[in-house]
């Protein structure tokens, strides 16, 4: 059996500290060390991006980065998307135009349009379509995961204004 | 009833209940659960289509470092199955194994690595047999018999049933289409991996969380097959992360961690990796289906009679119902006089088929909607007409004695052809464009239950207090469904409140009433009706103590946006939670329980309690196609569909209801697909999936997803609460063949099978080009032994809804009432 690796993360603007197996995955790494069980799976192969989280500001697949390559940098998961109890406006935009029905994709969904519109706050339809082209889906069949996006990017861009 | 007049919360755009746990990570799926001092388990699965286990040997695995359990067929001696007339599953094979995939031997270690390294120590010694790949190949091999029960050799099912005599109805038609379909089997791939914690509480009862979209037919099964009493267990059916069909059947999981957290006493849990999930299956059957359908040269049609032939895979599962939808609910969508219904499903050595959105229904929709544009094109009808010309009435029976309520089929239809301009563009596209149009209804619930029983189909518990808290109790799963909400807003309608005010807990067997689970459409119309009732009730307490208050009389009080008041003095007010106080002086601790069973079918024959529903939901298609004949590729550039839907709850979720069907229709249309190959003869020549992976498993993504033109249609029907239907399964079924009818309008080339493919489209392309049929699809239908068909005169040649037997109590051909 391996030693279990020592380390501080940095999630959600937190340090954290975890020990783990160094083959573990950051997937496996927040949702069994850190109980950060927000990310979620559905393949651990890459192929379905349930576990999208922002490595950096960057959309990443939990499920295919080694913990240990993050250390120093910074993860952001669903559990820190809201200001307190108040909700972000894409959770909000979610949660109110049918943007999640079963909401297992969800976390990863938002995580992958967070990082989208903090790159580009006004994206086309065409962009939101190409960057969330990787997260699968079952329930929604996309439509209101890209009305609720879009929505969600005019809330920002009101609020800044 | 109160005096209020206006729906408040039912009809209202509002933001699900479920919406904030959803979209923060709260929602706890069951893979999200831990417990202090939990171990993990892992399943050896049989790498054979077919063998007879001769010997295992477990002790290697035993011994390795960190392992707790080992269990094997012999720790689980009774056989389960989600349907009473097949219990054909041990949730470990005992002696024989049916499909690669099937869970021989479970190893419960400290960590799932552990468990992985004891999975490989243990030995099986395996002695294959043949394996039973297709349908035909089921038929004509009666030995070896996957299954020692069944009608005969491998046939699983097999049924035969006829409503007034279809060949004279035939012979009298202006013509007779006959055409052969195919269906390939496909599969739910909800998002969510299966997972399952088992764990003895505190008060030494079982305690099961998991992903099921049944607990209550889980928590019987499991009782079963655990031999301890069902009130010593407790199944959690957790939010499902989409179940779709295929978290309905008791899973061999569930059995082994129940059974290894009572051996260890401590949690255990299990997650079946994607590869696994695959080999639950439980999807859509393959189904081979032959029409012979009579018609007027108005387009009226005289007669059907309809062959289907499902391929079971390797155990029954529901696969006795299954059977009967692809066929029962035919006559539901179109005035058909006379109906002939063969059906025959086969056991083969592959993952179990089972229900799948839309259970059984898709398939014959898509052969009988694909022949009748064939029929209007030979009519030199339009395809609207022809289908308007002949639409189902309110209030009317079927052939086969089903009881159709509302009905809004004919306004779908017009809705769809008006919004996609369809005559302005069916025939008249440019080559390689095209529309196709197709219809279908469904289910709002099956009428009968699993098991036969006299019980209510769903209970609901309301508890409220001086607090003004309300708190609603029901077994009903929320599988993404939006169970919870509608839950919520049938709640607080009732007693003028918002949903926010209503706390919901659902799909606990230890708490919530008997709620049958989220399948066939059932849960807003059977758990909202229960709700209704149980609401009612509380109501009713409510108005009598404010009425005193308010100097009225209690029908004259109003319950309206948290406030309570008579409807002729709103001046004077009480809030909810006043009244609600008011009422447990008067009354005493507040609740009340409702229950609901559907209306009794008028059908009498045998085989009656597959069809019946409380409601049947109505929904039209309109397809838009673009195929590049060079590469055969298909783009679906928009689809339209309008949906009976009765009264929409919430119309926001019942839209994503609709456009997730059509989305997950359209994935079966083009390209989903549960394909197996066979190995090569030195490999055994086993029968394995060929695709066990998200990767290989193709499904829409958003790029592909068309954008979805809904139009709900209300019709609101009396047997359902405030006259909602069901959005769920039922606006799937029309997008398959009216994607093929839009092919068909865009090349001229039919593809009489699904997933229409581009190479199908370039092979039929070929064909034509040869001036050959331009057609792919079956070529025939097997010699399938059918037996005698039951006899059913149709309502309107004055049967009473019973078979017609002669003396001697076998089926008669023919009585003639009016002579
Ligand atoms: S779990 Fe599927 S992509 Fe990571
Ligand atoms: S909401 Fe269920 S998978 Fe997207």
Known sequence: ?161 | MSAKERLEVVGQVRRRVDGRGKTTGQTRFADDLALPRMVHCKLLRSPHPHAVIEEIHTEKAKQHPGVHLVLTGKDFPIPFGIMPVSQDEYALANVRVRYVGDPVAAVIAKDEQTALEAIELIEVKYRPLPTISDPVEALETAEPRIHDYGERGNIHRNQAHEFGDVEEALAKSDHVFEDTFFFQGNTHLPMEQQASLAAVEGDGKLLLSTSTQNPHYLHRQLACVLQMPASQIRVIACNNGGGFGGKCDPANHEMVVSKAALLLGRPVKICLTREEVFYQHRGRHPVLMKFRTGVTKEGKLTGMHLQTLLDGGGYGSHGAASTFYTGVLTPVTYELPRFKFEACRVFTNKPPCGPKRGHGTPQPRFGQEVQLDKIAEKLGMDPAELRLGMVTKDNSLTANWLRIGSNGLAECIREVVRRSNFKEKHRKLPHGRGVGLACSAYMCGAGVSIYWNKMPHSGVQLLLDRSGQVTVLCGATEIGQGSDDVLAAIVAEVLGIATSEVRVLTGDTGLTPVDLGSYSSRVTVMMGNAALQAATRVRDQITVAAAEQLNTLPERVVLSQGRVFAAEDPGKTLSFVEAVALAESKFGTLGAVGSYAPPKAPGKYKGAGAGPSPAYSFSACVVEAEVDPKTGWITVPKIWIAHDVGRAINPVHVRGQVIGSVYMGLGEALMEEQAFRRLPPKLSSALVHKIPSMLEYKSLTSLDMPEVDVALVEYPDPNCPFGAKEAGQGPLLPVMPAVANAVYDAVGVRIDEVPITPEKILKALELKSQGKPARVGPENFPAVPYPAPRFVLPPWEGGDGGELKSADGTPARKAKVAA
């Open chain 1, 1 to 161: 059996m391996q030693p279990k690796l020592h380390m501080t993360l940095k999630v959600n603007g937190e340090e954290v500290e975890a020990s783990f197996a160094p083959y573990k995955t950051l997937l496996e790494v927040l949702r069994e060390d850190l109980d950060l069980t927000g990310t979620k799976h559905g393949c651990e192969l890459g192929e379905c991006g349930a576990c999208a989280v922002l490595i950096d500001g960057e959309p990443q697949l939990a499920c295919l980065v080694l913990a240990l390559e993050c250390e120093g940098r910074s993860v952001q998961t669903v559990e820190g998307l809201a200001n307190g109890t108040q909700l972000h406006p894409l959770q909000a935009a979610f949660a109110d135009r049918g943007g999640s029905q079963c909401g297992y994709c969800t976390p990863g969904m938002l995580m992958t349009a967070k990082g989208l519109l903090d790159k580009e706050p006004q994206p086309s339809r065409e962009r939101i379509r190409e960057a969330i082209a990787g997260n699968i889906c079952r329930c929604t069949g996309y439509n209101q995961i890209v009305e609720a996006i879009e929505a969600a990017a005019s809330e920002l861009a009101g609020s800044k204004r």
